[in-house]
């Protein structure tokens, strides 16, 4: 399964976007996904993530409330809708999915496998 994450770009504080993540390649839904965000000159975080079904999800303190994950199987596509957006936000957005296809949510790095490439964000104040 490959992914590709889209639909960055440049939005004013406050304003919303709506990332997506396509995956390539049979079984997708089996693998739970996540979201993580780099920022320059900062390490890698974690945003958000969601089960193999979309039953549970999980977010950054940081974002909790604000943003929303969510997933279409018969797309074999997850999002991220991103509401009230700051500067602090501004970074490239990448999705994963679980390395090992337990489908269960987690919020490390090191668990998640086939990197998309991803797509920047840039909020302006």
């Known amino acids: 399964v490959q992914l590709q994450a889209s639909g960055g770009g440049l939005v004013q504080a406050g304003g919303s976007l709506r990332l997506s993540c396509a995956a390539s390649?049979?079984?997708?839904?089996?693998?739970?996904v996540g979201w993580f965000r780099q920022a320059p000159g900062k390490e890698r975080e974690f945003v958000a993530a969601?089960?193999?079904?979309?039953?549970?999800?999980v977010y950054a303190d940081s974002v909790k409330g604000r943003f929303t994950i969510s997933r279409d199987n018969a797309k074999t596509t997850v999002y991220l809708q991103m509401n009230s957006l700051t500067p602090e936000d501004t970074a490239v957005y990448y999705c994963?999915?679980?390395?090992w296809g337990r489908g269960i949510v987690t919020t490390k790095a090191p668990d998640f496998g086939s990197w998309g490439q991803g797509t920047l964000v840039t909020v302006s104040s």
């Open positions: 390649g049979r079984a997708f839904n089996v693998y739970a």
């Open positions: 994963a999915k679980d390395r």
């Open positions: 969601i089960s193999w079904n979309g039953g549970t999800s």
